[in-house]
């Protein structure tokens, strides 16, 4: 749920970033930003009048607790070919609120008219917000876990509504002093098999116990 105060300092980044734009596409992107925080204050009036039901379907920022495929007979190590997963749907709330947090209010996000003008269907997913998936279920099943880097190519477009799924497979595992090195092949589809993020991610693990999650 976006705050008064949030949702005016949002409309007004946007005055600013359009300023210099059409003004049929600043108010077309307005309008956008407006039907979106006004929707989720209706939902947070229905939630408030339902007493009886305290359950949050929103509440969970992943629709789902990462998976694990073992390829080995101990399930709570971590071996080379195991396959680490995690899915989400992606949102508007989602897009806003990534938005607010990184200032980048690219039209592109909010307004179906300017994505169909660069040749796009619907509205766009951040590719960042995407490739969140990745270091998500990593750190998910190996608490501890640092990120030394991460490489990424964007094969396909993700539009808001579309569910992600994120696959990480160790390639590499080599113990470094009393720690480990792991080197995962990492990708993102949707629709079960269309990639939309391929890459290659290192991080340093305090030990190669895996938690699956149940």
Known sequence: MLSSSLRHSLLGF????????????????RHRIEELTGSN?????GRQEDKGDTR???????????????????PRILHIGDVLTSSKQFSDQDVLQFSNLTLDFNPLH????????????????????????????????SAGAVYVSQSLQFKSTV???????????PVQLRQNKDKYIAKFATKCFK??????????????????EIIDGK
């Open 41 to 45: 204050k209706r939902e947070e009036k």
């Open 191 to 208: 629709d079960r098999e269309v990639v939309v993020i391929d890459g290659e991610a290192v991080a340093l693990l305090p030990n190669l």
């Open 14 to 29: 946007i005055d600013f970033f359009m300023a210099h734009r059409h003004s049929r596409e600043n108010g077309l992107l």
């Open 110 to 141: 909010f307004d179906p008219h300017i994505t169909r003008q660069s040749g796009f269907r619907d509205r766009i997913v951040h590719g960042i917000l995407v490739a969140s998936l990745i270091p998500r279920t990593i750190a998910f099943h």
């Open 56 to 74: 949050c379907d929103d509440c969970e920022p992943f629709d789902s607790k990462p998976q694990i495929l073992f390829s080995s007979s101990a």
């Open 159 to 169: 539009y808001v509504g579309e569910r992600v799924v994120a696959e990480v497979r």
